[in-house]
């Protein structure tokens, strides 16, 4: 599989809202949940539950991934937040780990896509015809 799938959360966000996100951004893509290969985030987020939830929930491998990581994608991101480097050492979490996960060829076919405290992205690793 070549589609990755980045999330980034407040802590205490709301797993159902999360649901639901991964699920709308799926359907964006054109993507059933069975073609995502793995979800990533920031290693910081490895503590609370909602990212290996959404793991158990579609039988997703997860990567977790450092700021400095992430940060390492930032050319590559559409999105990018100053705040969001101000708050946890890089530009922008869910747009970043995709990228990261899928690889260098790698490119967004979903940007960062937001509600209630919970970001979801999409990257495609690169090759793929589809």
Not at 69 to 78: G, H, K, N, Q
Not at 110 to 115: G, M
Request: with cysteine; hydrophobic share 45%; proline share 3%.
């Amino acid at each position: 599989m070549t589609h990755y799938l980045g999330i980034g959360h407040e802590t205490g966000a709301d797993i159902a809202a999360a649901l639901a996100l991964v699920q709308q951004c799926c359907r964006q893509a054109g993507l059933d949940t069975t073609e995502i290969a793995a979800i990533a985030s920031l290693d910081r987020k490895a503590a609370d539950d909602i990212v290996a939830a959404l793991a158990r929930q579609f039988g997703w491998a997860v990567q977790y991934f450092s700021a400095a990581t992430l940060e390492a994608e930032t050319p590559r991101l559409l999105n990018p937040s100053d705040s969001v480097f101000r708050a946890v050492g890089c530009h922008g979490v869910a747009e970043a780990a995709a990228l990261a996960a899928a690889g260098p060829d790698a490119r967004l076919i979903v940007p960062k896509t937001a509600t209630e405290g919970i970001t979801c992205a999409i990257a495609r690793r690169g090759g793929d015809g589809r």
